[in-house]
């Protein structure tokens, strides 16, 4: 191959490099920079009360772990006051009670966890793997939202799952125990 070839090679391979790198750049500059997006880095909703750019009243992360539809459920999550006043946020879901919870200024209440707060909702309406339609309030600004609802499938989420209550027998109804077998 002679010299004249290689240096028209070459000069390809610089063309086509610089030629690459402006579309690369050019392409980088219209996509927007996602570490600067919002998200919720694990299973659960989030929620901003005054609007999806208002991130001073809001829910993070949140989701319910419950053994069943019409069962109770362990409420995990987060709850962040980034405002100079204490607020109250409560948690409303089709069929169960609405939990009240109190959050100081500039304070996040940490929901199910060893050290934060154990909130239960008295019924899910909802059967695990499926979402409620909550509404998370605060003062008079509330926002709907898909609560996703768990159950104790995942190893992270058993530990969460409501303690059964050992239901009563009905009043008036004899105890069975074994009756002695027949002796010949």
Same mark, same amino acid.
């Given at each position: 191959? @002679?010299?004249? !070839?290689?240096?028209?090679?070459?000069?390809?391979?610089?063309?086509?490099?610089?030629? %690459?790198?402006? /579309?690369?750049l050019l392409l980088a500059a219209c996509s927007p920079t996602t570490t600067d997006l919002n998200y919720d880095? %694990?299973? &659960?909703? &989030?929620? %901003?009360?005054?609007?999806?750019?208002?991130?001073? *009243?809001? #829910?993070?992360?949140?989701?319910?772990? @419950?053994? =069943?539809? /019409?069962?109770? &459920?362990?409420?995990?999550? =987060?709850?962040?006051?980034?405002?100079?006043?204490? !607020?109250?946020? $409560? *948690?409303?879901? +089709? #069929?169960?009670?609405?939990?009240?919870?109190?959050? +100081?200024?500039?304070?996040?209440?940490?929901? /199910?966890?060893?050290?934060?707060?154990?909130?239960?909702?008295?019924?899910?309406?909802?059967?695990?793997?499926?979402? *409620?339609?909550?509404?998370? $309030?605060? /003062?008079?600004? @509330?926002?709907?939202?898909?609560?996703?609802?768990?159950?104790? $499938? *995942? +190893?992270e989420y058993a530990d969460h799952l409501p303690s059964a209550v050992a239901s009563p027998s009905p009043a &008036?109804?004899?105890?069975? %125990?074994? @009756?002695p077998s027949p002796t010949e």
């Amino acid at each position: 191959m @002679s010299r004249r !070839a290689t240096a028209v090679r070459g000069a390809r391979t610089i063309a086509l490099a610089a030629v %690459s790198a402006t /579309g690369a750049l050019l392409l980088a500059a219209c996509s927007p920079t996602t570490t600067d997006l919002n998200y919720d880095p %694990s299973d &659960g909703a &989030g929620v %901003s009360v005054l609007g999806e750019e208002n991130r001073d *009243l809001r #829910g993070i992360n949140l989701m319910v772990v @419950s053994a =069943a539809e /019409g069962e109770a &459920g362990s409420v995990l999550g =987060a709850l962040a006051n980034k405002t100079p006043d204490d !607020a109250s946020f $409560t *948690l409303q879901a +089709p #069929g169960a009670s609405p939990i009240t919870l109190e959050v +100081p200024a500039g304070d996040t209440v940490y929901l /199910g966890t060893e050290t934060g707060e154990a909130v239960l909702l008295d019924t899910v309406g909802a059967a695990p793997g499926n979402y *409620l339609d909550a509404v998370l $309030t605060v /003062g008079s600004d @509330s926002k709907e939202f898909q609560l996703p609802v768990f159950d104790g $499938t *995942l +190893p992270e989420y058993a530990d969460h799952l409501p303690s059964a209550v050992a239901s009563p027998s009905p009043a &008036g109804s004899p105890a069975t %125990s074994p @009756s002695p077998s027949p002796t010949e």
